[in-house]
């Protein structure tokens, strides 16, 4: 046994379960570190995109209720033909503030010729 121990040892195998614990925890421990590096790495990828996202979206919204406001100061004087510009030429929508015989509901018509 002791013979075959010492000829381990010089062909470099580890035989001291202790030395093989050390290494096992040794390669573990590297492979930890790299895993907390890669994931700091993806944390402040992700802070960043936050801080550019937040006033992103602060300025997206301050966008929606200006266009919502000028609709409403667009309804209430009476001004309800909005232009659309699509692929294929103009759409007018056209939005009936009473229902009526030619259309019950909002309808869209093309334009032609514009």
């Known amino acids: 046994m002791t013979s075959r121990v010492q ?3 010089d062909a470099g195998e580890i035989v001291d379960p ?4 050390l290494e096992r925890l040794k390669k573990e421990n590297a492979d930890l570190r790299g895993r ?4 700091d790495s993806e944390l402040g990828k992700l ?11 602060a300025a997206q919204h301050d966008e929606i209720e200006r ?4 609709l409403t100061r667009q309804t209430e004087a009476g001004d309800v033909v909005t232009r659309l510009y699509v692929e294929g030429g ?6 009936f ?7 019950p509901c909002g309808c869209a018509e093309r334009i032609h010729g514009q």
């Open 7 to 9: 000829a381990l040892q």
């Open 36 to 39: 907390v590096s890669r994931q």
């Open 47 to 57: 802070t960043e995109f936050r801080v550019l996202a937040i006033p992103r979206l």
């Open 67 to 70: 266009l919502r406001s000028q």
């Open 97 to 103: 503030t009473q229902a009526s015989p030619q259309a």
């Open 90 to 95: 103009p759409v007018r929508i056209v939005q």
């Open 18 to 21: 202790r030395a093989g614990q």
